[in-house]
């Protein structure tokens, strides 16, 4: 593992970057499509479940949970919420 330590604002965001990009790459090895690994943020914390498709712009945090086979088509952001398999959110 990774030691990362953070002295300034610039450092901060990189690190951030670096944490969230490894999360998206771990998902993707899950079975999980996201659109746009650039606009997509999804927390430590949050669960997404194979065949699920996450569509650009999208903000996933906290404690949420979203089941397999869910396609959130984008410019969502989900706060502490569960999703259930087989979903599907709209943009518009």
Same mark, same amino acid.
């Given at each position: 593992?990774?030691?990362?330590?953070?002295?300034?604002?610039?450092?901060?965001?990189?690190?951030?970057?670096?944490?969230?990009?490894?999360?998206?790459?771990?998902?993707?090895?899950?079975?999980?499509?996201?659109?746009?690994?650039?606009?997509?943020?999804?927390?430590?914390?949050?669960?997404?479940?194979?065949?699920?498709?996450?569509?650009?712009?999208?903000?996933? !945090?906290?404690? &949420? /949970? *979203? #089941?397999? =086979?869910?396609?959130?088509?984008?410019?969502?952001? !989900?706060?502490? &919420? /569960? *999703? #259930?398999? =087989?979903?599907?959110?709209?943009?518009?």
């Amino acid at each position: 593992s990774d030691l990362l330590g953070v002295n300034t604002q610039e450092e901060l965001a990189h690190i951030n970057k670096v944490l969230n990009r490894r999360k998206l790459i771990a998902l993707l090895e899950n079975g999980v499509t996201i659109k746009d690994l650039d606009s997509v943020f999804v927390d430590a914390n949050v669960s997404i479940g194979s065949g699920s498709e996450i569509g650009p712009n999208t903000q996933i !945090i906290g404690r &949420s /949970t *979203i #089941g397999e =086979n869910v396609r959130i088509e984008g410019s969502a952001f !989900i706060v502490d &919420s /569960t *999703i #259930g398999t =087989n979903s599907v959110l709209r943009y518009g």
